[in-house]
């Protein structure tokens, strides 16, 4: 996608960040700790993360060795520092069901010594609490991407 948006758009390659909602969230997490150093913010929104296989609804992962291998939870807690290499964002509702695995990445994360800029916020996991965070997410993005290849 980024080479296509590249192509088309003549995007900076080097100035990329990616975020998602709720699985998209997640996937936005294991890809910066896969690709330290790409991207100048990742962000999740209400990001489905979950401490343990067992947790996962059926479909979300291959198997337990697929959840292993994604599980940003224990990589945080293994490494912290490759989540380091962007800004960080992460916000979640107050009644959202993911709070669990949220909680446990955000203390990985700081027990590291990991910079996030974290958010909790009245709402549930839905269209409506993401609705009314679009002004507060695209205000990240822009300061980060200003920012990027600049300290």
Request: glycine letters at 12%; charged letters at 30%; hydrophobic letters at 45%.
């Amino acid at each position: 996608m980024i080479r296509e948006l590249v192509r088309r758009f003549g995007v900076d390659r080097d100035r990329v960040a990616i975020g998602g909602i709720s699985m998209g969230g997640f996937g936005a997490y294991d890809l910066g700790r896969l690709h330290p150093g790409r991207f100048c913010a990742v962000g999740g929104h209400s990001p489905a993360l979950w401490t343990s296989a067992a947790e996962t609804p059926e479909g979300a992962f291959d198997d337990a060795e697929d959840f292993a291998r994604h599980d940003v939870v224990a990589a945080a807690r293994a490494d912290p520092g490759a989540f380091a290499q962007a800004e960080l964002w992460l916000d979640i509702g107050e009644e959202d069901p993911f709070i669990p695995g949220v909680d446990a990445f955000l203390a990985a994360l700081r027990e590291g010594g990991v910079e996030v800029s974290a958010r909790r916020w009245p709402g549930a996991h839905d269209d409506a609490y993401w609705d009314a965070h679009w002004d507060e997410y695209l205000r990240f993005y822009a300061r980060a991407l200003g920012r990027c290849g600049r300290d």
